[in-house]
């Protein structure tokens, strides 16, 4: 009964913000975390980050700290995901995912959005 929908994707330029939101209905506390990935075109799923309701943790793949952070808003149902300073290899579908735990194991994740594009244009 999980849903995710991604929202906020569209055309940037090199080195500027967006940020991209993960609205989640249902049951979203029957999960424990939403992660966030992305993959661009030709390449693997890559995970980016992933947030802990019951602890209020964030956690981040080690080459995505310091540009990309993950928020929450609980009254909204929504997961964000902010990212600055954007680079060209930064252009890919961008995906939200209901899991029980923290993973950077896309298939340890149960619910899965639509994907919203982002792209980077120099």
């Known amino acids: 009964q999980v849903q995710l929908v991604e929202s906020g994707g569209g055309l940037v330029q090199v080195g500027d913000s967006l940020k991209l939101s993960c609205a989640v209905s249902g049951h979203p506390f029957d999960t424990d975390t939403v992660g966030w990935f992305r993959q661009a075109s030709g390449k693997e799923l890559e995970f980016i980050g992933a947030?802990?309701?019951?602890?209020?943790?964030?956690y981040y793949a080690n080459s995505r700290k310091g540009r990309f952070t993950i928020s929450r808003d609980n009254a909204k149902n929504t997961v964000y995901l902010q990212m600055n300073s954007l680079k060209s290899e930064d252009a890919a579908v961008y995906y939200c995912a209901a899991g029980l735990v923290i993973t950077n194991i896309s298939r340890e994740y149960d619910y899965w959005g639509q994907g919203t594009q982002v792209t980077v244009s120099s």
């Open positions: 947030s802990s309701w019951r602890e209020g943790t964030s």
